[in-house]
């Protein structure tokens, strides 16, 4: 079976700090991985994705995701946070075959 | 483009109501997919659409939803009778293929039912 893992709910980061957030798949074909993000009161937006080709990924708004295919991983990372990044961060992984998956979702808070 | 739409984007009703949820997809997309997001259960996926045909339904909760697909640039996610659990936000979204390319989200409906 394929899904998505997403470690952590609830994220906190300090202004300026690194941003990592941590999203683990499963999956017995290569996948396509995404990364979506939720603002409130409005719908999910792409801010990446990963289909074939260079692992390292950049997105909008800095953010980036390096797929590790040894530890099923699609992590996403900024160098340093901003206020405006504060939202819900969605990963979501594609299989083929109508295969789809969301994770539950990051709730990401950027402390002045 | 304009983006996918909803409407209405806000919805009030009674219980034992009907409600209908309105969606145009993205020109050319051949995927419409209905999700609905609560605090309590996140993101669910209700229902997949590839070329206006159903391919999954399991995420529908009851024989109270239903949806439509008439056309290429139209569905329709209909409750009746409405229930106050029923309370949640909305989502449609499309995209050219369901696995290999990035959904597009609408704004949403958010609906709540007294």
């Known amino acids: 079976a394929q899904s998505v893992t997403q470690l952590g709910s609830h994220v906190s980061v300090s202004e300026g700090a690194l941003v990592l957030l941590r999203c683990n798949y499963s999956s017995s074909v290569p996948p396509y991985l995404f990364w979506y993000v939720q603002y409130p009161n409005q719908g999910l937006q792409l801010l990446l994705k990963?289909?074939?080709?260079?692992?390292l990924v950049k997105g909008i708004n800095g953010f980036e995701a390096e797929f590790k295919k040894s530890e099923t991983s699609f992590h996403l990372t900024k160098p340093s946070a901003h206020m405006s990044d504060a939202a819900e961060y969605f990963c979501?992984?594609?299989?083929?075959?109508?295969?789809?998956?969301f994770g539950t979702g990051t709730s990401l808070t950027v402390i002045p | 483009d304009a983006g996918v739409i909803q409407s209405p984007r806000h919805e009030v009703t009674e219980m034992g109501q009907e409600v209908t949820l309105r969606c145009k997809p993205i020109?050319?997309?051949?995927?419409l997919f209905w999700y609905r997001q609560t605090m309590m259960r996140g993101l669910e996926l209700l229902i997949y659409f590839n070329n206006n045909v159903p391919i999954d339904d399991s995420g529908m909760p009851e024989d109270r939803f239903s949806a439509k697909m008439p056309n290429a640039s139209f569905s329709t996610l209909k409750i009746q009778p409405s229930e106050p659990r029923d309370s949640a936000v909305y989502f449609c979204a499309s995209s050219l293929d369901r696995t290999t390319y990035e959904q597009y989200f609408g704004p949403g409906t958010r609906l709540t039912v007294t």
């Open positions: 979501a992984v594609g299989t083929g075959g109508n295969q789809f998956y």
């Open positions: 990963y289909t074939t080709g260079a692992t």
């Open positions: 020109s050319g997309h051949n995927s």
